[in-house]
């Protein structure tokens, strides 16, 4: 079983930066694709980016690619999702989750979930 938790979430005007952090216990999460989620109000949860075990590859939604950057460090157990350029659009809940496998998976295809981080992002 692998726990996350996210942290980092918060209020920013338009234009700003905030990162997120994914920090697992329990187990190693080395061994695991991990992929960042998000929830808006009247939405469905949808992909935003993932990142195989090594961290070697990423992929994003085509809505953040050159805003936001995935990253992991497997020796602190957490993975981050560093968020700049925010547009009120990506306002949302966001959650981090493991898959025990190489393949980073867009759909929901994921064995563990965190409880998500609230972002906003004002006009």
């Known amino acids: 079983q692998v726990q996350l938790v996210e942290s980092g979430g918060g209020l920013v005007q338009a234009g700003g930066s905030l990162r997120l952090s994914c920090a697992a216990s329990?187990?190693?999460?080395?061994?695991?694709?991990m992929g960042w989620f998000r929830k808006a109000p009247g939405k469905e949860r949808e992909f935003v980016a993932g990142v195989t075990q090594s961290g070697g590859t990423t992929a994003y939604a085509d809505s953040v690619k050159g805003r936001f950057t995935v990253s992991r460090d497997n020796a602190k157990n957490t993975v981050y999702l560093q968020m700049n350029s925010l547009k009120p659009e990506d306002t949302a809940v966001y959650y981090c989750?493991?898959?025990?496998?190489?393949?980073?998976?867009?759909?929901?295809?994921?064995?563990?979930w965190g409880q998500g981080t609230q972002v906003t992002v004002s006009s």
């Open positions: 989750a493991a898959r025990y496998s190489s393949i980073v998976l867009m759909t929901n295809d994921y064995n563990y």
């Open positions: 329990k187990r190693t999460i080395s061994d695991y694709a």
